[in-house]
């Protein structure tokens, strides 16, 4: 929770006449190419051992949106994409999270070209 409260509050310097607001399911940016069910938790590279939900919370994403609603800047809390794309190759690091990390960056993208 220490760390979430320093992010906001450094965020809210940075935007302070915006409000973060979570993002859930039936957020579109979730349903603009691939059908997701809501943020993913995609683990970090670093525990081996500790792959899958056991001993971690849950994943959420956040946004600051712009006076139409569009996202303006989008939040991964709690979910490690950056070594989903990054270690797709690495026999030790399982495919799932991989392919979840993929889908979600694409889902990205599009929602960023297209809104």
Same mark, same amino acid.
């Given at each position: 929770?220490?760390?979430w409260?320093?992010?906001y509050q450094d965020f809210a310097l940075l935007f302070p006449d915006r409000q973060?607001?979570?993002l859930h399911a039936?957020?579109?940016i979730f349903h603009t190419f691939y059908d997701i069910d809501g943020p993913q938790m995609i683990p970090g590279r670093g525990g081996r051992q500790g792959y899958g939900q056991a001993g971690m919370n849950a994943a959420s994403n956040h946004a600051i949106l712009d006076d139409t609603g569009r996202v303006m800047v989008l939040i991964n809390w709690n979910s490690d994409m950056g070594d989903g794309w990054?270690?797709?190759y690495? %026999?030790?690091y399982p495919t799932q999270?991989?392919?979840s990390a993929y %889908?979600?960056?694409i889902n990205y993208l599009i929602y960023s070209l297209t809104h």
């Open positions: 929770q220490r760390q409260n320093a992010f973060m607001v979570e039936d957020h579109e990054e270690h797709t690495d %026999q030790w999270y991989a392919n %889908q979600l960056g």
